[in-house]
């Protein structure tokens, strides 16, 4: 018994020993798999990242070419657009310069126009004024005669007038007269009448003395009555005759004075309106010259403003096709994120699906395991007998498996790398919501070195990365961190549980511990892909945020440009606006300074019919005066013959 016990302890030992050897060599197996793997992964990873830069160096280059192509087309545009508002300025320059040559010469010619009219009627003027001066004369000289026929005519009035006052003071000085004479004739008598009654009282001779003084007396006092009268009559003529003379001066004067008056001041009228006239027409000649200097002022700012607007049309033009290219830039790069994304969930869903199935292998795992080692130790302690055999079996079992792999030091025994107590809890499932189902993309997407994990072993295409709004690419790099940190929290049981297997693999079936490290590496290529590809989603949120800031940007100046058009449209139309307006004012004023003219040659030629009337009514008024000074010379005569046919009477 205790030969046989040796035996079988030393059986223990030899497979313990051999046990140790196969796990070292399966380790260092393992270890260089992994490394492989390491290697393989980096190597992808950096053809990925060299592909990366050479698509992103491609995409530089593309994009600087652009660049440089639209640089080119905007400065030979700008150039075009140069020397074609260069030639339209020479252009404009040329019509503003025959207009003003036009204008000029305009302005010379109705300038000679108006100092010709006004020459011509300065010498009209002084024509006119002699003429005037010549017929003042000639109405004086008729006034004048006129006033001697109206001062004979008075003078012969007056003379009627007095010679009927003097025939009144006559009749009555002879009615007082004849009075005195029936009072000396009746006191004449009466004395006679005494004396014949009393003839004593007188002698003989002193009978006729009486009546001889009285009639003495009597005629003396009548011839001295006579020669007062003559007197006074003289001195009344005389007098009546200064008096005529100052009346008829003063009326001369006046009469001639007035209508020296009314002459100058209708001339001064006259001439007034024509002094008017002439500023009227210098201050249209100057709004003329103002309006086309603000005509040439505005014509300059029109051109200035469409020049800016022509520039600000071309840049506006440049930002619509910028905006356009970047908008399908945009919709490119969204498209690109949106297969990413689909790729993404289809590798998320594949790799949930594999740490499952993962999951349900080692659960199913450790059980067989456990079933074994509980069944070898019914068996040990069942079949005491039989353990020799049992235990040769084991032996050769163990020498099969590790018959390829040499041993290695420094390994823990059995005893340490078998679990003490119950088995680990399996992990839980993550808590990932479920991804849509993967498209053809992502399907066809999937490498080739790894056909029970689609999608693992390929690149991921960061270059294609597209634009998407930063709150969902957070929360898809949310969930993958997630993952990503279960599926890291998982390696230390897996790794646990696969010491555990490899510990017990001497009862397990190689091609389980085969499949436990393949399904080992396939979750290490995982995590590694899935951080890989949580940095790439980094990047293409960044790159998005970007992006959509410079689109922004973008958007932003074609507003502000489309309101700057907008306002410079606005300013175009205000000045063509005034344009119009002024180039309406240009032809009022002209078509007023016409009827100004028109006015003046009217008014001309009024001012001459009144003369040619004036004319004709002095003359007729002249044969009027000649007609009624014949008649008056007639009447004169005849009053004449009768006054002194009168006196000669007295």
């Known amino acids: 018994m205790e030969s046989q016990s040796r035996a079988q302890e030393e059986a223990l030992q030899v497979q313990s020993s051999r046990f140790d050897t196969e796990t070292h060599q399966l380790l260092e197996q393992h270890a260089q798999a992994f490394q492989t793997l390491q290697d393989e992964l980096n190597q992808n990873t950096k053809r990925a990242e060299s592909k990366l830069q050479a698509t992103i160096e491609e995409l530089k280059e593309s994009h600087s070419s652009e660049v440089i192509r639209l640089t080119t087309t905007l400065s030979s545009r700008a150039n075009q657009g140069n020397s074609t508002m260069e030639k339209l300025i020479r252009d404009h320059h040329d019509e503003l310069d025959e207009l003003r040559s036009s204008m000029t010469n305009r302005l010379e010619e109705e300038r000679t126009k108006l100092e010709a ?249 450790k059980q067989e395991r456990d079933e074994l080692v509980q069944s070898k130790e019914l068996n040990m302690e069942h079949q005491p007998s ?114 555990s297997c490899l510990v017990d693999s001497a009862t397990v079936d190689p091609r389980m511990v085969k499949k436990i490290e393949e399904q080992e590496n396939a979750i290490a290529k995982l995590s590694k892909q899935l951080s890989q590809c949580e940095m790439d989603l980094k990047g293409n949120i960044d790159l998005v945020t970007n992006l959509e800031s410079a689109l922004n940007e973008t958007e932003r100046n074609l507003r502000k440009s489309r309101l700057q058009m907008n306002e410079l449209a606005k300013e175009r139309d205000k000045i063509s606006t005034q344009n119009e307006s002024l180039r309406k004012e240009l032809a009022a004023a002209t078509a007023e300074v016409e009827h100004v003219r028109n006015n003046v040659q009217v008014e001309k030629a009024q001012f001459e019919n009144q003369l040619g009337e004036e004319r004709r009514a002095k003359e007729n008024a002249k044969k009027q005066l000649e ?16 006054f002194k046919s009168l006196v000669w009477v007295y």
């Open 117 to 365: 009219e006004k020459s011509d009627l300065i010498s009209q003027h002084a024509e006119q004024i002699k003429s005037m001066e010549s017929r003042h004369e000639d109405q004086i000289n008729d006034l004048k005669a006129e006033h001697e026929e109206i001062l004979v005519a008075s003078l012969t009035e007056l003379d009627l007038r007095r010679t009927r006052k003097f025939e009144s003071n006559l009749s009555a000085l002879q009615e007082k007269h004849l009075a005195e004479i029936d009072e000396i004739k009746l006191d004449h008598q009466k004395q006679i009448e005494a004396i014949t009654t009393n003839p004593e009282t007188s002698g003989g001779p002193k009978s006729g003395t009486p009546d001889g003084d009285s009639t003495i007396t009597y005629r003396s006092e009548l011839a001295k009555i006579k020669s007062s009268y003559e007197e006074k009559i003289e001195m009344l003529k005389l007098q009546h005759q200064t008096d005529l003379n100052a009346l008829e001066e003063k009326f001369l004067m006046s009469s001639l004075s007035a209508d020296l008056r009314e002459e100058r001041q209708a001339n001064q009228r006259k001439i007034d309106l024509l002094t008017d006239e002439l500023d009227y027409l210098k201050e249209e000649v100057q709004k003329h010259k103002g309006a086309e200097n603000q005509d040439s002022n505005r014509e300059t700012a029109q051109s200035e403003a469409e020049v800016e607007l022509q520039e600000a049309l071309d840049a506006l033009s440049t930002l619509d096709k910028a905006l356009l290219e970047s908008q399908a830039e945009r919709e490119e790069l969204l498209k690109q994120l949106e297969e990413m994304k689909r790729f993404n969930s289809g590798d998320q869903e594949t790799m949930a699906k594999e740490l499952a199935n993962l999951q349900v292998e080692f659960e199913r795992v």
């Open 386 to 499: 039989g353990r020799p055999s049992n235990d040769g079996s084991i032996g050769r079992s163990g020498l099969g498996m590790g018959s390829d792999s040499p041993s290695l030091p420094g390994l823990p025994t059995r005893t340490h790398l078998l679990p003490s107590g119950k088995p680990p809890p399996p992990t839980p499932p993550p808590n990932i919501p479920p991804p849509p189902p993967p498209t053809s993309s992502s399907s066809s997407a999937t490498g080739p070195n790894n056909p029970n994990l689609p999608g693992l072993n390929g690149t991921t295409p960061s270059s294609n990365s597209t634009i998407r709004k930063p709150a969902r690419t957070s929360n898809s790099s949310s969930q993958l961190s997630h993952t990503n940190n279960s599926f890291s929290g998982r390696e230390s049981p897996s790794t646990s549980v696969a010491t």
């Open 627 to 642: 007609a009624r000074m014949e008649e008056m010379q007639a009447s004169r005569m005849t009053r004449k013959s009768k």
